[in-house]
Every structure is written in structure tokens, then in C-alpha cells.
């Protein structure tokens, strides 16, 4: 069935800044084309880190010297030009510049790096989370419980347990996030600036449905383009649609109509089943989900509820 049209497509060449449009993009399995190529490693924490952490970050935006050539990836990364909210530019190529005005930004010592080889899997290694972390990264007051993430399968918890990030793409996790022109429109009618640029999505589709379109999409197929992709998650957002960035004024309202609305989430995660070439204004067609009997409805039900519990038991075990 067809759903819509393909609005803008975003990427974003260092994570937590400000990314930029392209008319078209080819993607592999692992995501957009130069997607998330470069980000901010903290050296104190000796991870790579994100504007959840050191907000600053968002009041930068990022663009390529030249068009990435094909077949960028983990290892090899195309050079970046970082624009810092003063209005000044640094090349990556300028690595000593680079890492002294990102650690005067962010109050602390990080460095730009470059996206690892995918056998070099202690560079993309995570910190233990706590729980003072996952209620400071999410807006979480402490007499309130954590965010739920039993949305997320446990093999996806279990590596993002481990890793700052998925092996291969310095996205949060997944390999592409949609929005949908109705979800903005449905959410922006309770209040708040909803300007896509606050999501930082991959794709926007544009939809004539009324509602959060996407999320009705779980479980079902996108096909644009020579492309495919299986809609996997909604997207449980953190407190970084409501702050400030490049072009965009904080709005702490914003959080408010999700958390209202949106049960916390908005947009969908997908991952990249069929690569190729999608162009803006591609149709978008969806193969739905797949309906189920009553007893495996029930069964799955079933399965939810312990997986929300065994999700809620690591919660109480994080470290205060």
C-alpha cells in the first residue's frame, strides 16, 4: 500500500551536530550513504560520546569538503568541515585545532575521530551506564521510574550494553531514522516547535494520514527507490529534541507533548533490508504487518510482558 513520498533525506557527517540535505543517496546495509562518519570521543571516559552528554555539541553543524566517494565506510572516512556556534570553521584535517576547540565547547578533553574498521571493536566499546546517567540523558526526575526499553530486543540491549554504539555506524541504533510529515504535524497541534531538524532523522516521508503514521508501520516493510527497509522500533527520544541547536531555540515543551502523546517516543527505527538508491520524492510503499491468530497474539503478549520484566530487573540493577 502506498503511504507517501520521500520529503528530505538528512545525514549527518559527525554525530550530535547538525547534518545536511542531499537530493539523493545510495544505502548499503549498514546505512546512508557517509551517514555518521565522524564523532566526539570523550578522553577522560575513553569512549565516544554524545550530545546527551555534553550538550554543546548540537550548537555545531557538520558538512564534507567534497562529496564522500562510494564506498566510504568503517576505516575510511571522507574529511569533514565542523562549523562551532560562533560562526568559525575547522577541517578535520587540522586535528590539534579540531580537539582543542571541541574540548574548549564542551568544558572537557574529547577529540574528533574518524568512524573505526569493524575489527577494531574496543574503539566503539561503551562506559557502564547508570542510572544517574539514563535519568540526566532522558530527563527522568528521580521519583519517576526509567524509561522503558523493552521496545528494543534483547540482542540490540545487550550490544548497546557493550558498545557506545552499533559496530559499523556511529548511530545511536539503528541504521535509519523516519519521521513522517503527519507525526510532526499531529504532535506540533498539542504545542512546541516541532522542527524536524530537533529529531535528526534520515528520512522524512511526507503522508496525507492523520496521526503518528509511523508507528503504525512496525513490524511492516518500506520499499522507495531500489531500496527496502524493515520498520523495527519506535524511537524513544532523550532530552535533546527540547535544547537548543544550530537554528533551532531550546523548547521544553517539546518533550512534554512526546512524553504526553507519544508515550516518550516519536519516529521509528529501521534497518536497511535491500540497498540501492533513493531519491527525494520516491514513493514510499509499505508491506503492513503481519496479522496474527489469537493464540499467537496471545503468545506474544505473553512474551512482551517478560521481556518488560527482565528489562525492568536490569533497570534496578544498573549502579546508582
Known amino acids: ?13 559527525v554525530k550530535s551536530m547538525g547534518g545536511e540535505t542531499v537530493s539523493s543517496s545510495t544505502l548499503d546495509r549498514r546505512a546512508l550513504h557517509a551517514d555518521r562518519m565522524w564523532a566526539v570521543r570523550d578522553l577522560e571516559l575513553e569512549a565516544v560520546t554524545t550530545a546527551r552528554r555534553l550538550p554543546a555539541l548540537l550548537g555545531c553543524t557538520a558538512r564534507y569538503v567534497d562529496e564522500p566517494h562510494v564506498g566510504v565506510g568503517p576505516g575510511d572516512v571522507a574529511d569533514v568541515v565542523v562549523t562551532f556556534p560562533d560562526g568559525s570553521q575547522v577541517v ?28 577494531d571493536k574496543a574503539a566503539y566499546r561503551g562506559v557502564l551506564v547508570s542510572k544517574r546517567d539514563v535519568r540526566q540523558q532522558f530527563g527522568v526526575a528521580a521519583d519517576e521510574p526509567l524509561p522503558d526499553f523493552s ?24 541504521a535509519l531514522h523516519i519521521v513522517t510529515t503527519s507525526s510532526l504535524r499531529a504532535m506540533a497541534s498539542h504545542g512546541g516547535d516541532f522542527d524536524v531538524r530537533r529529531f535528526r532523522p534520515n528520512i522524512v516521508i511526507d503522508t496525507e494520514v492523520d496521526g503518528l503514521a509511523e508507528q503504525e508501520w512496525i513490524g511492516g516493510t518500506l520499499h522507495a527507490g531500489e531500496i527496502s527497509a524493515s520498520v523495527e522500533i519506535p ?5 535533546i529534541p527540547l535544547r537548543e541547536q544550530a537554528g533551532v531555540p531550546a523548547d521544553p515543551e517539546v518533550m512534554r507533548t512526546v512524553s504526553r502523546h ?21 514513493v514510499v510503499d509499505l508491506d503492513p504487518p503481519r496479522t496474527h491468530g489469537a493464540a499467537t497474539a496471545s503468545l506474544s503478549r505473553l512474551a512482551g510482558r517478560v521481556k518488560r520484566n527482565a528489562v525492568k530487573a536490569g533497570n534496578r540493577m544498573l549502579p546508582s
Open 92 to 119: 578535520s584535517t587540522d586535528r590539534e585545532e579540531m580537539d582543542a576547540r571541541l574540548s574548549d565547547l564542551a568544558g572537557k578533553r574529547v577529540a574528533l575521530v574518524p568512524l573505526p574498521p569493524l575489527d
Open 262 to 282: 507519544g508515550e516518550r517516543c516519536f519516529g521509528v527505527y529501521a534497518d536497511i533490508t535491500a540497498a540501492g538508491t533513493l531519491r527525494v520524492g520516491d
Open 235 to 239: 524511537t524513544i527520544r532523550c532530552t
Open 151 to 174: 521496545m528494543f530486543p534483547l540482542r540490540k540491549l545487550a550490544e548497546l550494553a557493550i558498545y557506545a554504539t552499533p559496530v559499523g555506524i556511529f548511530a545511536d541504533a539503528y
Open 1 to 13: 500500500m502506498r503511504v507517501g513520498t520521500v520529503a528530505e533525506l538528512w545525514r549527518y557527517p
